[in-house]
C-alpha cells in the first residue's frame, strides 16, 4: 500500500529553522517525483516545488524559490522541507504528494501526505 | 506562469443535481496536463481527473473532466452527500506548476 507519512505539527517563533518530512512506503521513492504544496489558513492550494529522489533533481516555483529548501535521503526514503528563518506569513499546512513525473501524462499527484501545520508566532 | 482561474467561486446544488466547474488557463495548457482535485475540510487533496479528461483510480464515473486549451471542465453528474467540498484544478504542463484558486460546491 502506497503511504506517505508527514512529520507531526511544528509551533515555532520567527526566525527559527524548522525541517519536516514526508516518509514514502508501498513504492519505489527513488522513481517517482516528491512534489510540496502550501495551503495558508482558510486559502487554496500553492504550488512550492518538487524533487526527484533518484538523483536530487529539484525544482523550486519562483514564488518559493530562495525561501525553502527542498532534499531527500533516499536511503531512508524521506522527502524534507526547510526553512532557515521562518517567519509568521508560514504559517500554513504543507502537505507532500507522490507524482509519476515532473511532466507528462499522469504527472498528477496521486498519493498525498496528512498534512504537516506549521505554526509561526511570537 | 499559467494562471489558472476557476468559476464560480461557490456552487451552490442540491443533491441529484449537476454540478459544472470551469476552469480557465491564462495561455494554452501543454499537451492539456490539467487535474482535478477535490479537499474536505481537514483532509489532504484527492486527485479525481488528471490529462483533462482521465479519472484517477477510484474514483465514480459521475465525475467527468474534458477540456483543451485553455478551457476546462470539471463535470459531477448527479450530486452525492459525499461530493459537497472544494474543487481545485491544476496545470503540470508548464513550469512552474499553479493550482486555481478552488470553487466550493456547497448544499443549498
Known amino acids: 500500500e502506497v503511504e506517505l507519512v508527514q512529520s507531526g505539527a511544528e509551533v515555532k517563533k520567527p526566525g527559527e529553522s524548522l525541517k519536516i518530512s514526508c516518509k514514502g512506503s508501498?513504492?519505489?521513492?527513488?522513481?517517482?517525483?516528491i512534489g510540496w504544496v502550501r495551503q495558508m489558513p482558510g486559502k487554496g492550494l500553492e504550488w512550492m516545488g518538487i524533487i526527484y529522489p533518484g538523483d536530487s533533481d529539484t525544482r523550486y516555483s519562483p514564488s518559493f524559490q530562495g525561501h525553502v529548501t527542498i532534499s531527500a535521503d533516499k536511503s531512508i526514503n524521506t522527502a524534507y522541507l526547510q526553512w532557515s528563518s521562518l517567519k509568521a506569513s508560514d504559517t500554513a499546512i504543507y502537505y507532500c504528494?507522490?507524482?509519476?513525473?515532473?511532466?507528462?501524462?499522469?504527472?498528477?499527484?496521486?498519493?498525498w501526505g496528512h498534512g504537516t501545520l506549521v505554526s509561526v508566532s511570537s | 506562469e499559467i494562471v489558472l482561474t476557476q468559476s464560480p467561486g461557490t456552487l451552490s446544488l442540491s443533491p441529484g443535481e449537476r454540478a459544472t466547474l470551469s476552469c480557465w488557463a491564462s495561455q494554452g495548457v501543454p499537451s492539456n496536463y490539467v487535474a482535478w482535485y477535490q479537499q474536505k475540510p481537514g483532509q489532504a487533496p484527492r486527485p479525481l481527473i488528471y490529462?483533462?479528461?482521465s479519472r484517477a483510480p477510484g474514483i465514480p464515473a459521475r465525475f467527468r473532466g474534458s477540456g483543451s486549451g485553455t478551457d476546462f471542465t470539471l463535470t459531477i453528474s448527479r450530486l452525492e452527500a459525499e461530493d459537497f467540498a472544494v474543487y481545485y484544478c491544476q496545470q503540470y504542463g508548464s513550469s512552474p506548476r499553479t493550482f486555481g484558486q478552488g470553487t466550493k460546491v456547497e448544499i443549498k
Open positions: 508501498g513504492f519505489d521513492f527513488t522513481n517517482y517525483w
Open positions: 504528494a507522490r507524482h509519476f513525473g515532473y511532466f507528462g501524462s499522469q504527472a498528477y499527484g496521486d498519493y
Open positions: 490529462d483533462a479528461s
